[in-house]
Structure formats: C-alpha cells, structure tokens
C-alpha cells in the first residue's frame, strides 16, 4: 500500500517560513550590540519584504484592500516612533502577531525612516 503525501497546511508553512526567517535574521544580527536601540534599515528592508508585503504593497500599489503601503505609513505626517514601536509590538486585528523581537522592530523602524528619508 503506497503512501500519500499531503500537501502541508497553511499554518505549517507559515511556521516553517517564520522559523526560518527568525534563523537568517539572527544570524545577520549576531554580534551587534543588544542595548543598541537602532535599527539596521536593510534588515528592516528584508523583514517588511518576507512577512508585511503580503498585506501591505512595498511600492506605491495596494498589496490588499485593507492595508495602505509601507510608504504611506512611513510618510504620514502624524506618524510618531513610540507608537509604531507599541503597535508592532502588540498589534490589532487584522494585522496578525508576529511576536516581533526589539531587535527587529529597531530594524523595521529604521527601514520605515529611510523610506520616510526618500
């Protein structure tokens, strides 16, 4: 009797998706100082292309009807650091929680300046 393979959940993917991208994450982070509160852009760059650009458009389109592109969120005028801090930190529905470390939101943040930079 031969086996079947099932194709793999989408949870399961998504799992296997943020476990490696936490891994090649840590490993561009490895050695820089923890107490740092600056962000490394180009990490930031690749952490809004893996897990927010299914959602949010990285360019100037629409990625989805209910999230507005990063370059909007990074340009609005009333944009303040300390909340995109707390609201990346612990977000609302429907933007769901990836459990993000300081670290990352550092870089998430200084990618969201230097979009707000262009």
Not at 63 to 70: I, K, T, Y
């Amino acid at each position: 009797m031969a086996l079947k393979m099932r194709e793999p959940t989408v949870m399961a993917q998504t799992g296997l998706k943020a476990c490696l991208a936490i891994l090649f994450v840590g490993s561009l982070v490895a050695g820089t100082n923890p107490a740092s509160a600056e962000g490394d852009a180009k990490v930031g760059g690749w952490l809004a292309r893996y897990w927010c650009s299914s959602c949010h458009a990285l360019g100037t389109g629409y990625a989805s009807d209910a999230a507005p592109p990063l370059e909007t969120i990074a340009k609005a005028p009333n944009l303040q650091e300390g909340w995109l801090r707390a609201w990346l930190a612990n977000p609302h529905p429907p933007m769901p929680n990836f459990s993000l470390s300081r670290t990352e939101i550092n870089d998430i943040i200084a990618y969201l300046q230097r979009l707000r930079a262009q």
